[in-house]
């Protein structure tokens, strides 16, 4: 199973909510950087014996493989464990790097979709027509858009999904698409209000839930603050989401145009 997270613009919280969902996840998985603005977990986490992560291996390295034609070795060489056991292919350090690698991401979107033995979550940072991570948000089996409950962030995910449904329109292989909300515990109204945007746009997405606003736990999370975070509002809130996430991924054939 393929999950990959993205936003519409902004700093939602897409690294936050994929790693803590990877971290949570009741398989077998592999947490993929590929936000192709310079990825954030090589930077932030840490090997378990706390010292830095390789940037060399991750997508470079893959993608170096990929283009002598060697992957179907798979991706297991090119992970490197993070402190807690999490396996993640870490990201490139510039968005240049990133556009040198571009020719190849057809490949590895195939790749990551298959990979055998462990489902694969990506964070795929914006999500654009100009991404050229574009083909791994389409073909994973769900792509999770995050937003925060505010005018311009609802604006933004009503374009990205309605270009998205003009995608589902015409091309063969679209995800399903699912959205969360970061957004305060105490704030009741913001998913009504969002799942009403959507009904109302008859924009083909599925509003999966909230994820908690727990700056504290987002702060651990990216390595600024020590405290355990197991309990916290934040993991308890993305423990909710992996149901409704794994059911949307599951039905992915429902929405699969003919090729
Ligand atoms: N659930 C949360 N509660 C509180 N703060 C959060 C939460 N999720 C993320 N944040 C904070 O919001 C900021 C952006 O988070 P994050 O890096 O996860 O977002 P992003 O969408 O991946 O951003 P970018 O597009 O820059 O990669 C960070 O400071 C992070 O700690
Ligand atoms: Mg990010």
Redesign the pocket.
Known sequence: MLVAFG?AK????????ARVMASVWPAEVVLVDA?P?GG?VSLLARTPDRTALDPERGLLSLAADARRGLVQGGVGEHLQQIEGGLDVLCGVSTPEQMTGIASVWPALAGELATVRGTDVIV?C??VAASSPVLPVALSADVLVL?ARPRLESFAHLRERLRWLAHLQDTTARVPAVGVVL?ADDRDKRSLSDLGQLLAHERLPATVLGQ?????K???V??GRLERPIVRSL?VRSVRQLVEPVAALAASRGAVRRPA
């Open positions: 936003s902004g700093a939602p919280g897409v690294t936050t909510t936000d603005a954030d964070d940072g914006r995050v970061v994820v908690a606003l727990d700056e736990a987002a702060d999370v990216a934040l």
